[in-house]
């Protein structure tokens, strides 16, 4: 059984028992939390979609918070001495996939 959800503007495909890093969530590690569900696939190939998995639901467990790679933003105009450089590092939350309720 597998499910898409939804979290941070993008769309993940999830089994039970997987770990996944998202976009940050304000919550403590070792808070529950329930994620947004598109669509759910069974074991015996059914798919629900829509109003099906209004129901549905995607339960995690908050594993850790961290940083991820950094990554340097390097910006140059030729021929006029024009350069910056930066760097950034986004802030993930690392979830445990605990069931699929469907």
Known sequence: MYAVVK???KQ???EPGQVLKVEKINL???SEVELET???RNDDGSVKLGEEVKNAKVKA???RHGKGKKIIVFKYKAKKHYQRKAGHRQHFT???IEEIVS
């Open 94 to 96: 690392e979830l445990k």
């Open 61 to 63: 467990t908050v594993v």
């Open 38 to 40: 598109l669509m759910i």
């Open 7 to 9: 979290t941070g503007g």
């Open 12 to 14: 993940y495909v999830v």
């Open 28 to 30: 403590p590690e070792g």
